[in-house]
């Protein structure tokens, strides 16, 4: 593992697959009465979120209390940052005070990178989003769920996704999801389709490791796993399509679409979902649907992370002899 995570286009295979490992390993945790590794004890862990966020901010509090870290929760509404302090200013903040970890989200593409590399803090950097650019933690809790669905929990150990094809669909412009995931599922033999109308592709899309379609029904039958991006209007500055019925008749999945389907294949979603829009409330509340299971997956990612980058290299033995 290298020092910081900045972005899933820097994890090797071998690299995703020992944080997917040590996640299945972290999951068992999950099983205990007490929910704690002595792990991280004495160590500071700061969530330094610049962005509003529900489930990735409390996702990894959990992941660092299970791992009994010290956490320092730091949101910019509220600090010195809505009265016009730096992100340096703020770095050199934190490095005073000795921590370990940031956690950081932020709005502007590029900020983990540039917190990472200044030489404003000697503390791991781990991405939780920056601005369109990339979000790595969710895309290997996304490739660790579809793991365990689509190869098996115990039979996934120490196994990639090859062959495997995994359809994105929407709002790919504005997303930080699908380009990590789709660096990602590249990287771990995946082959990967982005459906979505030609007005919420980025420019450069061709030379993305992936195919383009236009076309949402005629990439389903073929699908092993198919995720609907949400359609992210506080990042839109104009109108990227006619109206939300137009968009859920073209691009939105109901139950009629999810039948066309493989009977193995899964919908998922990296939420908050927009129900009614890119999914029915049939399909979100389906068996197939494993959005909730993502969240649940997240924190054993996330713990496998601070558990490399903080605790060691090697996967971790949670299990213990049965007396």
């Not at 029915?280 to 924190?299: L, M």
């Amino acid at each position: 593992m290298q020092r910081h995570l900045i972005s899933a286009a820097d994890l090797t295979r071998d690299d995703a697959v020992l944080i997917l490992d040590t996640a299945e390993e972290m999951a068992r945790v999950a099983d205990r009465p007490i929910k704690k590794l002595p792990t991280l004890r004495g160590r500071t862990v700061v969530n330094l979120f610049f962005e509003d966020s529900t489930r990735t901010r409390i996702s990894f509090e959990a992941a660092e209390k299970r791992l009994s870290a010290d956490v320092i929760n730091f949101t910019a509404k509220g600090s010195s940052v809505s009265k016009g302090e730096s992100l340096k200013d703020t770095a050199q903040t934190l490095e005073a005070m000795g921590v370990d970890a940031v956690v950081i989200r932020h709005g502007a593409s590029g900020a983990p990178y540039r917190l990472a590399t200044s030489g404003w803090i000697d503390a791991h950097v781990i991405n939780a989003g920056d601005g369109t650019h990339q979000h790595p933690t969710q895309a290997l809790l996304d490739a660790f769920t579809m793991r365990r669905r689509l190869v098996g929990r115990d039979s996934g150990i120490g196994k990639d996704l090859d062959g495997r094809r995994i359809t994105l669909v929407g709002d790919v412009l504005h997303s930080r999801v699908a380009r990590s995931n789709v660096d990602l599922l590249h990287t771990l033999g995946a082959h990967v389709t982005l459906v979505a109308p030609p007005t919420l592709l980025p420019v450069g899309v061709e030379t993305w490791p992936c195919e383009v379609s236009y076309d949402l029904d005629s990439t389903l039958p073929k699908s092993d796993a198919v995720m609907m991006l949400r359609v992210q209007r506080e990042r839109m500055n104009a109108a990227f399509f006619p109206t939300e019925r137009e968009y859920s008749r073209r691009y939105g999945l109901d139950g009629d679409r999810m039948a066309k389907m493989p009977e193995h294949a899964i919908v998922m979603h990296p939420g908050p979902m927009v129900r009614g829009m890119e999914i029915t409330a049939e399909v979100a509340d389906s068996d197939r649907c494993t959005v909730v299971e993502q969240v649940t997956n997240g924190v054993s990612i996330r713990m496998a992370v601070l558990y490399l980058l903080l605790g060691g290299n090697e996967p971790a033995q949670t299990r213990t002899e049965e007396k």
